[in-house]
């Protein structure tokens, strides 16, 4: 390659005719091994270097994912919706996590997709699928979440799409940082996003995460509104999940509410997140994705997933009224440029922090706008208490 004759049409020509397919997946994993063994945080080895390495053996890494790791007390959540297709294709490849235990909450597909889930379900012991559940109605992911999670009968749970994969790279070393856990969550550093041509682009690199307590964690996601997909391929406790779900209505941001109410309520403890590099979450996008579009229904979801850590944020004098509106304040206008909506419903809160009407006016205010999911069955509780506290 240093030589001054190099053309590199010729050494193209040349590699394809005299490596077979074979040597290439041995020189490919051989390559992409030594990638992952690298001490990023000594060495001089860039996310754009991981990013190409990962774009040009992404094919092989979905042919032949090597990983058999697999956790005792673990169970994954796979929650689907009209892509049972792509969930089936990942669970042939072994792209969810292989044989590790699973259950599959269906939420009312169409008949196509039900057909294939029956046939998973036929298959779920080569699958190490415990259940598929199929719900009668289209009832939002925060409630089929609930109706698959008291199905888990073990210590730790994870969340996984129907269309995202989980990639191990050294699984040594996950299952020790897993067995060390305590009760910390273990999440891994990099969220990459895979479009349908299998280009990869960096979505969330959650490497500063690294060591926060719960109450720096829960005080950045409040005044950012955003927790970086945290929540995807996360290892939590069963039972804190169990007992911080979010309500019904939640058809975005419930993982949002879940992590705010876990960090909220156990605040006590010196509690941290461990970030690890020896697996990777991929999330598939397309221009369908739910991710992708926002409406006025889901942003004003979004601003009352902000009131419940605003809620935990306040009671723990963790941030002041002020910080939390400016905060709010700062995200209607985020949201009102990107998408055309945001600060009507940002001005409504801070008049409901300002105690310029209770949560009984609010549910009304939040009717007259379009929004009408919100009653007095169902409203969360912060909102509920959340005055007493400014």
């Known amino acids: 390659l240093k030589e001054d004759e190099y053309n590199s049409e010729y050494y193209r020509e040349w590699i394809e005719n005299n490596y077979c397919f074979e040597e290439k997946i041995y020189q490919i994993n051989h390559l992409f091994e030594n990638v992952i063994n690298f001490d990023i945080k000594n060495k001089n080895i860039t996310i754009d270097y991981l990013k190409f390495n990962l774009k040009n053996n992404f094919e092989i890494i979905m042919q032949e994912n090597f990983s058999n790791i697999f956790f005792e007390d673990l ?7 009209n892509r049972s297709e792509i969930l089936n294709y990942d669970l042939i490849n072994g792209l969810k996590f292989k ?8 939420d009312n597909s169409k008949i196509e997709d039900k057909n294939i889930l029956y046939d998973i379900q036929n298959k779920k012991n080569f699958y190490g699928i415990q259940e598929v559940i199929f719900n009668d109605k289209n009832l939002g992911v925060s409630s089929a979440l609930k109706n698959a999670i ?3 009968n073990t210590d730790k749970i994870s969340f996984l799409g129907d269309d995202d994969l989980l990639i191990v790279l050294n699984e040594n070393l996950l299952m020790k940082e ?5 009760e910390n969550i273990l999440i891994p550093r990099y969220m990459f996003n895979l479009d349908n041509k299998n280009n990869i682009s960096l979505g969330y690199d959650r490497k500063d995460f690294n060591n926060f307590s719960f109450d720096k964690l829960l005080k950045k996601i409040t005044i950012s509104g955003e927790i970086s997909g945290f929540n995807s391929g996360a290892f939590f406790s069963t039972y804190e999940i169990k007992n911080n779900l979010a309500e019904d209505f939640f058809k975005v941001g419930e993982d949002y509410v879940i992590l705010s109410r876990i960090l909220g309520n156990n605040l006590k403890k010196d509690r941290r997140i461990k970030v690890t590099e020896n697996y990777i979450y991929f999330r598939r996008l397309s221009n369908k994705s739910l991710s992708r579009i926002m409406d006025k229904e889901k942003i004003i979801i979004h601003f009352i997933s902000l009131i419940i850590s605003s809620y935990y944020c306040l009671k723990k004098n963790l941030l002041k009224k002020e910080e939390i509106k400016s905060s709010i304040s700062y995200r209607g206008n985020v949201l009102e440029k990107f998408y055309g909506y945001g600060n009507q419903v940002s001005k409504l809160i801070i008049k ?17 706008i379009g929004f009408k999911k ?3 069955n169902n409203i ?3 909102l509920r208490t959340i005055q007493k506290y400014l």
């Not at 169970?75 to 919706?81: D, E």
């Not at 044989?99 to 269906?106: A, E």
């Open 150 to 152: 008291k199905k888990v």
């Open 99 to 106: 044989k590790q235990n699973k259950i599959i909450i269906d």
């Open 75 to 81: 169970t994954i959540i796979i929650p689907t919706y």
């Open 352 to 368: 409901f922090l300002n105690k310029e009407f209770n949560f009984e006016d609010f549910i009304i205010y939040l009717d007259e």
């Open 380 to 382: 969360p509780f912060e």
């Open 374 to 376: 919100l009653n007095l």
């Open 178 to 182: 897993y067995e060390q856990m305590n």
